[in-house]
């Protein structure tokens, strides 16, 4: 009795109603500021594991891991699919006061994204070594690639609910939570690191089984406020149309898309670097793309984070409310990221030793220009995530669908293959800076273009009531 006493008051029951009430610059700290922690903490995880691995265990480790997440971020695409599809649905129903639909399709999310989590668990272990073996992998890369594989492919079920969880979590007003909880799966894993990495010094096998086990306490501690029924969202039984699951996972196809695009792209790209620099340049990318991934989350998890704000008000024909909160997100992340491409610009070369082993000049030699190549990135793409998550919030599935496309498949490989034969490696780091810019013309087009269609549609159901 005493521990579900401490429960109650360690969860306070939230609601989805400050989406509506609370002021719009405080909603956007409300939700902005812990998402960004929460993103923060998790990328400098990243970055740590990977500087452990590659100062620990060389540029091979860094490149077997790089090579096998792709195959790995295929395997968690699913349960992005249902999740991001569903948040949507879900929001929208929380703006309606619809509680008992939104719970149904929560309930039932959660099943899917179980059953798919061991389906993709298994065919991660059945496929992971003849899917490095067509990438022309050599004998010792294979090896280390199945070894880091292993604790995934067991894991998968938990890794996948986890970031399910923490979606749902913000729907229902518990961003704090969600963020203490990230911090905390992210402080153990690197704990953990440490001790089997740095200190054991153990193989590349522990890197992938410290992040499952803090992961998988992360994900029993997100089902506990749902358990005690602190949430607007309950676990109902029923089914739903299938009208409003296909909407769903058409809303989160454009996530899907992205996920499984950079699956696709990183392909793309390590085969011209095997090709170009071989394992050194794919060594030394991957260590840049640790940095940059720091930038990404951060700025995804900006425009995420107000993701169930804009269903939620959408779903209350808010539209004013709307508009205020992505002119938020669209100026802070701007800012955010010209920050951040001075900042990689100027001290970029002060992390690269952290990466290298002593005495490797050329890795840090390739690793210095990949960056400062690469960095110029943060000046355009900002704007085409902001406004996918805009598209995806305002149930536009085929927008968002058409601008993923564009950002994470068409034109990055489009410029790869163009810039790569005539810049070499310039030209692979490069592409990503080309490719921004024009997905940004079609991500302002299909923004202004849905709003208008948006305003038109409430404009015209008022005058009709």
């Known amino acids: 009795m005493r521990l579900y006493s401490f429960f109650l008051f360690l969860f306070p029951t939230m609601s989805s109603s400050i989406f509506e009430t609370m002021s719009v610059p405080k909603l956007f700290w409300h939700c902005v500021l812990p998402g960004s922690v929460s993103m923060l903490f998790a990328s400098l995880y990243i970055v740590i594991d990977g500087m452990f691995v590659g100062h620990c265990m060389g540029p091979e480790s860094l490149a077997a891991i790089s090579l096998m997440w792709p195959l790995l971020a295929a395997c968690f695409s699913v349960g992005d699919l249902i999740t991001s599809g569903s948040c949507v649905q879900i929001g929208i129903y929380l703006g309606r006061h619809d509680i008992i639909k939104a719970g149904?399709?929560?309930?039932?999310?959660?099943?899917?994204?179980?059953?798919?989590?061991?389906?993709?668990?298994?065919?991660?272990?059945?496929?992971?070594?003849?899917?490095?073996?067509?990438?022309?992998?050599?004998?010792?890369?294979?090896?280390?690639?199945?070894?880091?594989?292993?604790?995934?492919?067991l894991f998968m079920p938990f890794v996948t609910v986890f970031y399910t969880l923490n979606g749902y979590l913000r729907l229902c007003g518990m961003q704090k939570y969600s963020m203490y909880l990230n911090i905390g799966v992210s402080i153990l894993n690197l704990i953990l690191d440490y001790v089997f990495i740095v200190y054991l010094r153990q193989g590349v096998w522990s890197a992938s089984f410290t992040t499952c086990v803090a992961v998988t306490c992360g994900s029993v501690a997100g089902f506990i406020p749902f358990i005690l029924k602190k949430t607007d969202l309950r676990f109902v039984l029923g089914t739903f149309s299938r009208r409003i699951f296909f909407r769903m996972l058409f809303n989160g196809s454009s996530t899907f898309l992205t996920t499984n695009s950079w699956s696709v792209l990183q392909l793309c790209f390590n085969t011209m670097l095997l090709q170009l620099g071989g394992a050194l340049a794919v060594g030394a990318t991957a260590a840049v793309m640790y940095l940059n991934s720091v930038i990404s989350m951060l700025l995804f998890g900006m425009a995420q984070a107000l993701q169930p704000a804009l269903s939620y008000c959408f779903g209350a024909k808010l539209l004013d409310r709307v508009s205020a909160i992505n002119k938020k997100i669209l100026w802070a992340s701007g800012l955010f990221s010209a920050f951040s491409f001075a900042l990689l610009e100027l001290f970029g070369d002060y992390v690269v030793p952290f990466y290298a082993q002593d005495g490797d000049e050329a890795f840090a030699h390739m690793m210095s220009n990949a960056l400062a190549v690469i960095a110029i990135s943060f000046l355009v793409n900002w704007v085409e995530i902001c406004l996918d998550v805009f598209l995806t919030s305002l149930d536009s599935p085929l927008r968002s669908f058409i601008v993923s496309s564009c950002r994470t498949l068409i034109f990055p490989i489009a410029f790869l293959y163009i810039l790569a034969p005539v810049w070499g490696l310039n030209g692979v780091w490069l592409s990503p800076t080309v490719a921004g810019i024009a997905s940004a013309f079609v991500s302002i087009y299909a923004a202004i273009s849905l709003w208008k269609e948006r305003v038109k549609q409430f404009s015209y159901a008022d005058e009709n009531k």
């Open 104 to 153: 149904r399709i929560f309930t039932l999310c959660l099943t899917l994204i179980l059953i798919f989590g061991v389906m993709a668990g298994s065919a991660c272990y059945l496929f992971t070594d003849d899917f490095l073996i067509l990438l022309g992998a050599d004998a010792k890369t294979t090896a280390l690639g199945i070894s880091y594989t292993k604790s995934y492919c």
